[in-house]
């Protein structure tokens, strides 16, 4: 019985081109973007972190991040688009808003588990003094 890569498949039932099978393909480069962002923009010579803007032309370096701060207008360092629709703006931005709010909450997690390691360690220099 032959094997899924004598017939050209893959595990999933899905034709692969073999010539390219062995080659890793960054899941950001154009046509492999998992991330919403990523079908607002095209890849500038296969570099993931050169993205030109499908509305505006604009060749943003830094990545799909700088990509979604570029079409949400936050000027976070990087120019607002001007030619994207209102509806990509919104999207953009309740992306960026999202992301933000998650890395607040793990930072205030973070502090947490300080200060409470922080507690344990004066509360073990105090019982030392005392033993």
């Known amino acids: 019985m032959a094997s899924n890569a004598d017939n050209g ?3 999933t039932g899905v034709e692969t081109d073999r ?3 062995s080659k890793k393909i960054a899941k950001n480069t154009a046509g492999n973007r998992s991330d919403k962002a ?3 923009g095209i890849s500038v010579d296969g570099d993931a972190k050169k993205i030109k803007c499908k509305y ?3 060749v943003v370096t830094g990545g799909v991040y ?3 701060h570029h079409l949400a207008g936050t000027k976070k360092d990087v ?3 001007m030619g994207v629709s209102d509806e990509v ?3 953009m931005f309740d992306i960026v808003l999202r992301r933000r709010e998650f890395e607040e909450k793990i930072q205030s997690k973070d502090e947490g588990i300080e200060e409470e390691g922080e507690k344990k360690y004066r509360h073990q220099q105090v019982s030392l003094r005392k033993g």
Do not use: F, T
């Open 89 to 91: 703006k919104k999207d």
């Open 79 to 81: 120019e607002p688009c």
């Open 56 to 58: 505006c032309d604009k």
């Open 19 to 21: 010539s390219c099978a």
């Open 9 to 11: 498949e893959n595990n």
């Open 38 to 40: 990523g079908k607002h």
């Open 66 to 68: 700088r990509l979604k």
